[in-house]
């Protein structure tokens, strides 16, 4: 891979398409507010909207997400230069990355082409009727 060239990049902080997405739940992964995530965010948008900002990335493909291992790859950012300046000064933390990648995914040039209804069906067909345990008595 990518990484042997780059000095230090176990110290880039990582982010998984799940931080952001706004189908997920908190228990699930999600980092963020479901109004502010986007909809299931791929690794390539997330790492082309961290170039967007000029944030140096590397797309991890191999690696999963441990709660959910079947959906593959993350991306490492680099937030900070050696010498502790950013090097983007509008993004200081791992959260505020995620806000604006978030923000940014939906107007990725691959993503606006292929806005029609994705999967309508499988997302409005919910479990109906009464949810709990039944009471015995």
């Given at each position: 891979?990518e990484?042997?060239q780059?000095?230090?990049?176990?110290r880039?902080i990582?982010?998984?398409?799940?931080?952001?997405?706004s189908?997920k739940?908190?228990?699930?992964g999600?980092?963020i507010?479901?109004a502010?995530?986007?909809?299931?965010p791929t690794?390539?948008?997330?790492?082309?909207?961290c170039?967007?900002?000029?944030?140096?990335?590397?797309?991890?493909?191999?690696?999963?997400?441990?709660?959910?291992?079947?959906?593959?790859?993350?991306?490492r950012?680099l937030?900070k230069?050696?010498?502790?300046t950013l090097?983007?000064?509008?993004?200081s933390?791992?959260k505020?990355?995620?806000?604006?990648v978030a923000e940014?995914v939906?107007?990725?040039?691959?993503r606006?082409?292929?806005?029609?209804?994705?999967s309508t069906?499988i997302?409005?067909a919910s479990?109906?009727?009464k949810?709990?345990k039944k009471?015995?008595g």
């Open positions: 891979m990484g042997e780059i000095p230090n990049m176990k880039w990582v982010l998984y398409p799940v931080y952001i997405n189908k739940t908190i228990a699930e999600r980092r507010c479901a502010k995530a986007c909809e299931n690794c390539i948008e997330i790492g082309d909207c170039g967007h900002l000029k944030l140096p990335y590397a797309v991890e493909l191999d690696k999963a997400y441990p709660r959910d291992f079947m959906q593959r790859g993350r991306v950012v937030l230069r050696e010498d502790g090097h983007n000064p509008a993004i933390s791992r505020q990355l995620m806000l604006h940014l939906p107007r990725h040039p691959g606006t082409k292929k806005q029609e209804p994705v069906t997302s409005g479990k109906s009727g949810g709990g009471k015995r």
